[in-house]
């Protein structure tokens, strides 16, 4: 981001950036930098609070009246993960004893799905490779692919597999999102999905099988956020 | 240590090019300028769902008006509810056009731009020689004088 801030500056435009990486922002020397220890994926720190959110922005606008740069300022507040806290979303009960548990889990979800599909106006990160119709199929051919580790057997190649995976973590963190009566810290839906439903350890044993199978490392480590790697 | 610190430390050790001075532009007063998002986010509008692959140096242009965004960035190692429950939280649309509003600052862009960021080497040489600068003129165009760099 900081080789964007040389080149804007270049151009005549005046920029100031909010950076999560310190160390990035030190060494590109981009002129002002506002550091913000907040979650990465949150960079104005808190979600559905403009009042904080515009603070930020004040704070980094603020530094366009500096001329000692290039300048970091560090924001004052701290703002962790909470990656070790899974959030505690209910999940569905068993609905058809003849569906894999992990499909019928992801069906049982839909209407959690459909809800905050409506809070944001339609907005979803589903669709990648397939939409909401389609999570319970991406599920099943995940199932096949944790017991045989052949790609082409379960209909993917290296690109969509990883998509296929982006979009089923989407459709289960939507969901939480909508069981959830506020935006929980950050990741702690990313941890309940990974951990205490029935999908997502299927996505460990298809990243596990992947690897033993030889693929290459950015197919298998990638079918998960380094975060949840196990 | 929290989950985040380590992926912060990995990512601290990307390889920057090195430079020796540091360019910088004038800014009007605040009042004045006209106010442009640049984030790093790899955001597409609605409906492009191409998956943004790591090398990829290229922007795409997210009319001002449109809140309709997707995350296409290629990692998942970031948090993503934070982006599904608020777009504001890396892309801070309407927190911009309220201090217009509020005559903080002049105006907003008519668009905005989104990169990929985490990206190597080669993909510096490509933001500074070619995409960065195309983007730079986007903006010019729209008369933006301030940007405000996102990241995710």
């Excluded at chain 2, 002049?106 to 983007?135: W, Y």
């Amino acid at each position: 981001m900081g080789v964007l801030a040389r080149v804007l500056e270049e151009a005549g435009i005046a920029t100031v950036g909010l950076s999560l990486v310190r160390r990035q922002a030190e060494n590109i020397k981009a002129p002002r930098f506002l550091h913000c220890e907040f979650p990465l994926g949150r960079p104005l720190g808190k979600p559905r609070d403009p009042v904080f959110q515009t603070d930020v922005i004040r704070r980094a606008f603020a530094l366009l009246d500096r001329s000692d740069v290039p300048v970091i300022e560090d924001h004052p507040q701290v703002i962790d993960d909470e990656t070790e806290a899974p959030a505690t979303c209910a999940l569905p009960p068993r609905h058809d004893p003849d569906a894999h548990p992990a499909v019928d889990e992801a069906l049982g979800l839909r209407p959690a799905y459909n809800r905050q599909l409506a809070a944001s106006d339609g907005r979803t990160a589903v669709g990648r490779v397939g939409g909401a119709d389609e999570i319970g199929g991406l599920i099943e051919r995940m199932v096949v692919l944790a017991e045989n580790g052949d790609l082409a057997k379960a209909g993917f190649d290296a690109l969509s597999v990883r998509a296929a995976a982006q979009d089923i973590r989407a459709y289960y963190e939507e969901a939480g999102l909508a069981l959830s009566d506020h935006v929980p810290g950050a990741r702690r839906i990313e941890t309940w999905f990974y951990t205490r439903t029935e999908t997502g350890p299927i996505l460990h044993s298809v990243s596990h099988k992947l690897k033993a199978a030889g693929e290459d490392r950015s197919t298998w480590y990638y079918m998960l956020p380094s975060t949840q790697q196990r | 240590m929290t989950a985040d610190s380590g992926i912060r430390a990995n990512v601290g050790e990307i390889p920057t090019p090195e430079f020796e001075s540091t360019p910088v532009a004038a800014a009007p007063p605040l009042a004045e300028a006209r106010v442009a998002i640049v984030t790093t986010a790899g955001l597409r509008v609605a409906g492009d769902v191409n998956y943004w692959q790591p090398t990829d140096a290229s922007f795409t242009v997210l009319p001002g008006s449109d809140r309709d965004v997707q995350l296409s960035h290629f990692s998942p190692n970031f948090d993503r509810v934070g982006f599904a429950a608020d777009i504001n939280v890396v892309y801070p649309v309407d927190r911009l056009d309220e201090m217009a509003a509020a005559g903080e600052i002049g105006s907003v862009a008519n668009q905005h731009i989104s990169f990929m960021g985490a990206q190597f080497d080669a993909t510096f040489s490509t933001m500074l020689l070619d995409s960065g600068p195309a983007a730079a003129r986007v903006l010019k165009d729209d008369g933006v004088d301030v940007v405000l760099l996102t990241p995710i």
